[in-house]
């Protein structure tokens, strides 16, 4: 009785802490917003990621010293799951099973991996060509009422608050459908990948304010090192050396397209900083988001939905602590255009994500981040077209470096395991 009596207390604490640290967001907010001069500077990013951070503050601060508590009373070896709120706590932050480590994979599964693999890249370019391709008008395009008046949307963190919704309630639903349990490991473990994850959505979708889609585009081809550096960190996973200097050939690709690219000339040097800030900080965090993800299939036994059920969950409550509704967004909410482009974004986002875990369940964070940038030339190809972005012969011959190492490191890949598989 004590111990609930105690619980109870300390939840009742979170909860006030998680109501004054909303308190100080909103007031925040309000002070940036009516600060014109800030709002529109050109490193105004800075200061919006920074109110994020308070307001995710509000959901993990809470979470972690009401974790430490229980922790410290022995909370999960004295209480079993009779209330509700056991049952919560359980989930939140008991350790489940972890896996069993599985046998070789037969010989003869070859033909099914590599029709997975075309299943999985198809859907993913299919899903992320639409995605990308909204992103841009989003962020970048204007919509006009019917009296003449235009409204710009530049709320990135709504974006990243609706694809996680419509993430989420396809893999619960999917899951409840079929019977099979929802969450499979404590959820604390998936706030780690999840924070990473709506961070470098948010860069991703604020980077387009400084650089151009393509830009971006071939900038995350990049992101082959630093998945490999991560999966070291993380997973103390070993590679092999063709792995490494095609990751090298797909940076130099990049750099020459960077370099070569020739943006807005009237860009200022700030701007141009603030691009990079946003694009390094992306890749970092999108980096740690899928070598955590791996670590947590090889640890615990979870299935695609299941992790994408979690970690989205997650994303929600930090998306919805740090995203309030603006007035701009309010506006625009009725603007027929705006709404189509936002369910679409958020469909081909959900299924995206469906792709995204099953492609690293089954293949690894680094097949994945290779699988993605794959699927990136067309979307360059069709943006370029679409939006007018040049593109020069040096920076063709970059995408051509780029795309020319990817393809190098799937027929060592191949070979490798041919050689693994040779009868001695």
Known sequence: MRSKIQIGLVLSCSIAVIWLLGQLYHQLLGLYEQNGILAQSE??????????????????????FLYKYLQQINYFEKISNSTWVSRALHTLYAEQNERIPDTIKPKEDEK??????????????????????????????????KDGFVSRFNDSQFLVLINRVSAFALAFGRLRWTGEPVFAAPLYKFSYCSLTNI???????????????????????????PVMVMGKIVSRAHY??????????????????????????????????????????????????????????????????QMMCAVTLCSCALAAASAPLRPATLTLLRHPMFVVDCLLLSASSALGQVLIYRTIARFGAVVFTIVMTLRQAVSILISCAVYGHPVSLVGAGGVLVVFLAVFIRIHCRRRARKHMHKPV
């Open 240 to 305: 092999q050396t063709y792995e490494y200097i095609t990751a090298l050939l797909i940076s130099a690709g990049m750099a020459l397209f960077l370099f070569s690219t020739h943006e807005n000339t009237h860009a200022s040097a700030a701007m141009g900083v603030s691009g990079v800030c946003l694009l390094a900080l992306y890749m970092a965090c999108d980096s740690f988001t899928s070598s955590w993800q791996a670590a947590l299939f090889q640890r615990y036994t979870l299935k695609p939905l």
């Open 43 to 64: 490193y105004s990013w800075v200061f919006r990621l920074l109110l994020n951070c308070v307001g995710y503050s509000t959901v993990l601060l809470p979470a972690f």
């Open 112 to 145: 099914r991996e590599i029709l997975e693999m075309i299943i999985c890249f198809s859907g993913l370019m299919g899903s992320y060509l639409i995605w990308g391709l909204l992103q841009e008008k989003i962020m970048t395009q204007e919509y006009v009422w």
């Open 199 to 225: 961070v470098s959505a948010w860069c991703q979708y604020e980077a387009l304010k400084y650089v151009s889609f393509p830009t971006q585009v071939l900038s995350k081809s990049c992101k082959v090192i």
